[in-house]
Antibody
Framework: EVQLVESGGGLAQPGRSLRLSCTASGFIFGDYGMSWVRQAPGKGLEWVGFIRSKAYGGRTEYAASVKGRFTISRDDSKSIAYLQMNSLKTEDTAVYYC??????????????????WGQGNLVTVSS | QSALTQPASVSGSPGQSITISCTGTSSDVGGYNYVSWYQQEAGKAPKLMIYDVSNRPSGVSNRFSGSKSGNTASLTISGLQADDEADYYCSSYTISSTCVFGTGTKVTVL
C-alpha cells in the first residue's frame, strides 16, 4: 500500500523559513516523480511544484507564486521528498499535501496526474 | 497560469446523472490529453478519480467517466449517490511543464 506521510509543518513568522518532509513507503520511491499541492483554508487546490525522478534528471518545476522562494528536493536512499519554503508570506498559509506523480518512469517526465496523496500538513504563516 | 474554470456548484437527485465542466485553453486542457479529476470529501485529502482524460484508476466506480472536447473537459457522475457529495477538482498538464487545478465544484445530492 502506498503511504505518504508529511511532517515539519507548524507556525512560522513572515519572512522566515520552514521545511516539510514527505516520507514514502509501499513503492519504489526512486521510480516516481513527487509533487506538492497546497490548499488555503476554505479555498481550492493549488499546485506548488514537482521533482522528476532521477531517470529524468531530478529536475524541478514550480508554480509562479512560489518560484524563487520554494525548493523541492529528494533523497531516494531514504524515500523522502522535501519542500523548503523560504521568505514565507501570510498567503502561504495552507494545508500542504505531498503527492506521487502517477505512472512512474514509463509515463515520462511530465506531471500528468497525482495518484496518491498524503494526509496533509498545516503551515501557518503569521506574526 | 490561471486556474481552470469550473462551475461553483452542481446538484442532482439520487440516481440522476450530472456533468461538471472544466474549461482551460489550448495551452493546457486543449493541448494535452493529461486532464485528471479529484474528489475531496470534507476534511479529507483529495482522491484521484480520472486520469488522462478518461481513464479510471483501479477501485474507482465506473459511474465516474471523463471526456474532453477542445479546451473543455468534463466529468460525468451517473447514478448519483449520497456519498458522491464532495468537492471535485480538475487538473491539467500545461505548456510550461507545470500543472494547474480547476476552481473546484461542490456537488450536492438533493
Amino acid at each position: 500500500e502506498v503511504q505518504l506521510v508529511e511532517s515539519g509543518g507548524g507556525l512560522a513568522q513572515p519572512g522566515r523559513s520552514l521545511r516539510l518532509s514527505c516520507t514514502a513507503s509501499g513503492f519504489i520511491f526512486g521510480d516516481y516523480g513527487m509533487s506538492w499541492v497546497r490548499q488555503a483554508p476554505g479555498k481550492g487546490l493549488e499546485w506548488v511544484g514537482f521533482i522528476r525522478s532521477k531517470a529524468y534528471g531530478g529536475r524541478t518545476e514550480y508554480a509562479a507564486s512560489v518560484k524563487g522562494r520554494f525548493t523541492i528536493s529528494r533523497d531516494d536512499s531514504k524515500s523522502i521528498a522535501y519542500l523548503q519554503m523560504n521568505s514565507l508570506k501570510t498567503e502561504d498559509t495552507a494545508v500542504y499535501y505531498c503527492t506521487r506523480v502517477g505512472g512512474g518512469y514509463s509515463y515520462g517526465p511530465r506531471v500528468g496526474y497525482l495518484d496518491s496523496w498524503g494526509q496533509g500538513n498545516l503551515v501557518t504563516v503569521s506574526s | 497560469q490561471s486556474a481552470l474554470t469550473q462551475p461553483a456548484s452542481v446538484s442532482g437527485s439520487p440516481g440522476q446523472s450530472i456533468t461538471i465542466s472544466c474549461t482551460g485553453t489550448s495551452s493546457d486542457v486543449g493541448g494535452y490529453n493529461y486532464v485528471s479529476w479529484y474528489q475531496q470529501e470534507a476534511g479529507k485529502a483529495p482522491k484521484l478519480m480520472i486520469y488522462d482524460v478518461s481513464n479510471r484508476p483501479s477501485g474507482v466506480s465506473n459511474r465516474f467517466s471523463g471526456s474532453k472536447s477542445g479546451n473543455t473537459a468534463s466529468l460525468t457522475i451517473s447514478g448519483l449517490q449520497a456519498d458522491d457529495e464532495a468537492d471535485y477538482y480538475c487538473s491539467s498538464y500545461t505548456i510550461s511543464s507545470t500543472c494547474v487545478f480547476g476552481t473546484g465544484t461542490k456537488v450536492t445530492v438533493l
